[in-house]
């Protein structure tokens, strides 16, 4: 079955240091991307998203580049702030998965930015 | 454009109480509708899915239930909560024929004394 791995955490990091949190999946079939930030006490936001191979995933900074030689989707922002504090979960989905096309996720990575 | 909401925001409730959850999604027809349960610290558990009215999926066997009475109506419940049930609930929605990403709700926050 198909299944994503995430770098474990916690992850501290101070303000303005460059930030890389490692994903790796396994599918079934050829999957799409995504990473989403869940903020304290929130639902879970998309962050990015790339669906085809190649394809560079960014918003606000943040980049992922779905790599299908490596089945990669490493996260990574150049200077993260205060305000990045959150876990951050990568997940799949794959047309493999019938008509309910559910996600996967992996564990999530809390991240903490220090001032 | 759509929009998911979840009620209540926060509940507590007592061992052996029953539970009733609502999400419902706005801005969109024929969804396919999720919960999922987060513990804390944890990730994220897919406990029901559904892909139209009254067509329920369950993933993991446990105290909870789910029903989908409208079409963009999802609905958690349970006739006698568990200590282990608390947690934080999140629905989530997505285009049916998309392969793309759900979208999630604000989640409910239960806690089970």
């Known amino acids: 079955g198909d299944s994503v791995t995430q770098m474990e955490g916690p992850v501290t990091l101070s303000e303005e240091a460059f930030l890389t949190i490692n994903c790796t999946y396994t599918a079934t079939g050829y999957p799409s991307l995504f990473w989403y930030v869940q903020y304290p006490g929130e639902g879970l936001q998309l962050l990015l998203k790339?669906?085809?191979?190649?394809d560079k995933g960014s918003n606000k900074g943040f980049e992922a580049t779905y790599r299908k030689e490596t089945t990669s989707f490493h996260l990574e922002k150049g200077s993260v702030q205060v305000s990045d504090s959150a876990v951050y979960f990568c997940?799949?989905?794959?047309?493999?998965?019938?008509?309910?096309?559910?996600?996967?996720f992996g564990s999530g990575t809390q991240l903490t930015v220090l001032p | 454009s759509q929009t998911i909401h979840q009620w209540p925001a926060t509940l507590v409730q007592p061992v052996g109480s029953p539970l009733s959850l609502e999400c419902t999604v706005e801005g969109t027809s024929n969804p396919n509708l999720y919960w999922y349960r987060q513990a804390a610290g944890r990730g994220l558990q897919l406990l029901f899915y559904?892909?139209?009215?009254?067509?329920i999926s369950s993933e993991v066997p446990q105290n909870l239930s789910a029903s989908r009475p409208q079409d963009r109506q999802f609905i958690l419940s349970s006739k006698k909560l568990l200590l282990s049930d608390s947690g934080f609930y999140l629905c989530a929605w997505k285009p049916t024929a998309s392969y793309n990403e759900q979208f999630f709700g604000p989640g409910t926050r239960l806690t089970v004394l």
């Open positions: 790339a669906t085809k191979a190649d």
């Open positions: 559904s892909v139209g009215i009254g067509q």
């Open positions: 997940a799949l989905s794959d047309r493999s998965s019938g008509s309910a096309r559910q996600l996967t």
